[in-house]
């Protein structure tokens, strides 16, 4: 149970806050079609901040000491980085598709063809290779809190809670859960929130009301950037070892299904996020997961190919889409360029 | 003479390939300036391996790898004409695929998926007829119509869903990709196709030729000696050729485009908009699994099977070729073969530079985004003067033409099918 409970948050954390930045996106009225490519461009940027910083040595003796505290510093650091970064590719569609009035989802899709590309580039001719790693040792030894931090011996337990949620993770995690919560505070309880969402449904009657539509829109997809970057490095952290190779598995588009899956609405994406996090999860270890401990490997016995599992998020997506589109509430004006001069 | 030049100058198709151009020239120098910048930061590498990787990033096609002394040397070099016509071969058929489905408003994202569907049919079909009962040509024409078929298949899903659920296009194309890579594996997982003789080839189906079925090269191989080109290239000019009398010489191109600029108008005008919704995917599906068809029946490719975690790039590649002949199933020709060339260039650069084939795809990337504001800049351009026009026809000039009527409040012009009555769509 605590290993299907971690690894669906492994997989459910970083979904949520990319989906969360689509979320952003779309409700200013820009549709982010190139959540994927953020999220390769921040996962390199992460990795690369990581393997720079490494090789300088400026947190070697803390990782000497032990010192656990300063190296969550250091992945915080990575984090911020990434966001920073991916907030200013995603800079590229704002400008398309706010200033240049531009076709948004062909400016997505140009970015999601432009970071894989430019990655690699720059990978290959630093790496010698298609994958950037760390400078040295590994992302659990540097990056994951470990019961041995608090004290604990090999042999002792921390309890159910302790064991599933403090063992073994990463602080990473628990910072996007925090993110996830204050941005959708923003965006709902706020006066900045509420105008932005105006933005994305009749930007119109929120520009005669004086806000600045342009603003909104840029404030809304570098928010989106950001946190793509940065889900993006938190995906590469937690479930490649802290390596960058110019792919995501998909997870960018995925996080999209997700948000289309939880109607634009923070609450409803934390919940989908977890279901699709479940399944990529029970896809990717089924054959070891024990629901309730009693040495039967459910799962495993029932025979379902693993492929299944892996294209099932997908078509159930495809399927709720069919159910839900009459009731689902894309925001009204998302994919329109505003003009000022338009009826 | 001058009044000639600019007349041709005022035509519309003029100013697509003006702004193609341009669209490929910014995007060569974003390349070459890349390259610069990462010859400069990086000391290892060398201003000398600067200019070498920009010259071979312009002339590539044309290099003959280093002379006496490892000065590059450029020339005719058959083998690389004929990669670029084999390479331009899928492209051809994806550009047309995406050029087809955004003539009639909608963007075909799912070529990938579509690609992938028609690769696991036509590989089936080629490997699974055995060739000692039925002729090869004759296995060779099955798997290519089952690759075409499989692919229109697969794209009438989103097709459908858009007609008549009203879902996004768009969306819908990204999980049948990724729905069609997890079948694709499975399919394959555990299958008699694959690659069992090679050890060293893990994950890998046969090549067709393993059955005795490839293309013919009818008579190419002559021309292009030592190279990969077959009658592949061939095949996929025709359909070309025959996408454009489609598209511009009969009454079905003119319903799909009818509905392409707008579905509500089209119906008003009498024409099934649902059914040719369906029918423009089902058209592009069907080039998309052509493109796979050819790739694959040539006899010298082999597909990695275990496919779930990344789509094919030709499936995207077809979209900067869509876009950058401006959706003209001629111009898709010669995009492809430009894409191609990028793509020869990239291996160039990659065996004589500290360089790499990414390059390439960065030069793509740009002209990709460049293309998405020339496209809007076009269409300011032609509404301005359409509302000149209508200034002093009184609107005779829409009716006659055949356009939309005005939009009402919450339609935005024009209509390219992923926003109609904002909110009802997903």
Redesign the interface.
């Known amino acids: 149970m605590t290993f299907l409970i971690q690894q669906t948050m492994l997989y459910a954390i970083p979904l949520m806050i990319v989906a969360l930045a689509g979320v952003f996106a779309e409700r200013s009225g820009i ?1 982010n ?1 190139a959540l994927e490519g953020i999220m390769i461009f921040g996962a390199f940027i992460g990795v690369l901040f990581v393997n720079l910083v490494q090789q300088a040595g400026i947190f070697n003796a803390a990782y000497e000491a032990g010192n656990w505290i300063a190296l969550q510093g250091f992945e915080l650091l990575a984090m911020l980085v990434s966001a920073i970064m991916g907030a200013v590719f995603s800079l ?1 569609l704002s400008f ?1 598709s706010v200033n ?4 948004q ?3 997505g ?6 970071a ?3 990655v ?3 990978i ?2 630093i790496a010698s290779q298609n994958t950037l790693q760390m400078a040295t040792g590994n992302a659990a030894g540097w990056f994951m809190i470990q019961k041995s931090d608090f004290g604990y011996g090999r042999n002792e337990e921390m309890g159910f809670f302790g064991s599933t949620f403090i063992d073994r993770t990463y602080l990473a995690t628990y910072v996007c859960i925090l993110l996830f919560i204050i941005l959708s505070v923003l965006l709902y309880k706020t006066r900045f929130g509420l105008r932005l969402r105006s933005c994305g449904e009749n930007p119109q009657a929120a520009d005669s009301l004086g806000i600045n539509v342009y603003k909104m829109r840029y404030a809304g997809t570098t928010i989106s950037g950001a946190l793509a970057g940065m889900g993006g490095f938190v995906y590469a952290l937690t479930t490649a070892n802290c390596s960058a190779n110019g ?1 995501v ?2 997870f960018g ?2 996080a ?2 997700v948000m ?1 899956f939880g109607n634009w609405k923070p609450l409803n994406i934390a919940g989908a996020s977890l279901l699709f996090g479940l399944f990529k999860c029970v896809a990717a270890a089924y054959t070891s997961i024990d629901i309730n401990g009693d040495g039967v490997f459910l799962l495993a016995e029932l025979g379902i ?1 693993a ?2 599992y ?2 099932l998020p ?2 159930i ?2 399927v709720v ?2 159910f ?3 009731r ?3 925001p ?6 505003y003009d000022k001069g ?2 | 003479m001058s009044g000639k030049l600019s007349k041709l100058w005022r035509k519309d198709g003029t100013k697509s390939v003006v702004s193609s151009l341009i669209s490929i020239l910014i995007g060569l120098t974003v390349g070459a300036v890349i390259i610069l910048i990462m010859g400069l930061a990086n000391s290892n590498l060398g201003l000398r391996s600067v200019w070498e990787a920009i010259r071979l990033e312009f002339l590539g096609l044309f290099s003959t790898g280093r002379g006496a002394g490892g000065v590059l040397t450029f020339g005719f070099n058959p083998v690389n004409m004929g990669d670029m016509l084999f390479r331009a071969t899928p492209l051809i058929l994806t550009g047309l695929s995406v050029a087809v489905a955004y003539k009639t408003g909608l963007f075909n994202i799912g070529a990938p998926g579509q690609y992938l569907m028609g690769t696991a049919f036509t590989l089936m079909l080629a490997l699974g007829i055995p060739t000692e009962t039925v002729p090869a040509p004759v296995v060779w024409v099955i798997a290519f119509l089952g690759g075409i078929l499989a692919g229109a298949l697969w794209g009438c899903i989103p097709g459908l869903v858009k007609a008549f659920l009203n879902i996004n296009e768009v969306l819908a194309c990204i999980m049948t990709n990724w729905i069609a890579a997890n079948v694709v594996t499975w399919i394959f997982d555990g299958s008699v196709f694959r690659n069992t003789v090679e050890n060293t080839k893990s994950a890998y189906i046969y090549m067709t030729s393993h059955n005795g079925v490839q293309t013919a090269k009818m008579g190419l191989d002559v021309i292009f000696p030592n190279s990969q080109v077959n009658g592949g290239i061939l095949i996929a000019i025709v359909i070309a050729i025959l996408m454009y009398i489609l598209m511009n010489k009969t009454t079905l191109g003119y319903q799909l485009k009818a509905c392409g600029s707008n579905r509500h108008a089209a119906r008003y005008a009498g024409i099934a908009d649902k059914r040719n919704i369906v029918l423009s995917m089902a058209i592009a599906g069907g080039l998309s699994g052509a493109a796979a068809a050819l790739y694959y029946l040539s006899g010298n490719t082999e597909f990695f099977w275990n496919t779930y975690q990344s789509l094919p790039a030709t499936g995207f590649d077809g979209i900067p070729v869509a876009l950058l002949a401006v959706s003209n199933p001629i111009g898709v020709i010669f995009a492809g073969c430009f894409m191609s060339m990028l793509d020869v260039v990239g291996q160039q650069i990659t065996n004589l530079t500290p360089y790499n084939e990414y390059i390439s795809d960065v030069i793509v990337a740009t002209i990709v985004y460049l293309s998405a504001f020339s496209l809007a800049i076009k269409m300011l351009l032609t509404g301005r003067r359409k509302k000149k026009l209508s200034e002093t026809a009184a609107g005779t000039e829409r009716i006659l033409t055949g356009e939309a009527p005005p939009p009402d409040e919450t339609t935005a012009p024009p209509d390219r099918g992923t926003v109609e009555k904002g909110g009802d769509e997903a």
């Open positions: 549709i079609l590229l398309a240049l009035k531009a076709d989802t062909i400016g899709t140009a970015l999601n063809l432009m894989p590309a430019l690699l580039f720059f290959r001719i792919d598995a998909g588009f995925l999209l299904a289309i190919s492929h299944f892996r294209l997908y078509l997506t495809l889409l069919a839900t589109s009459k689902s509430r894309a009204k004006a998302e994919g329109i360029p338009q009826r």
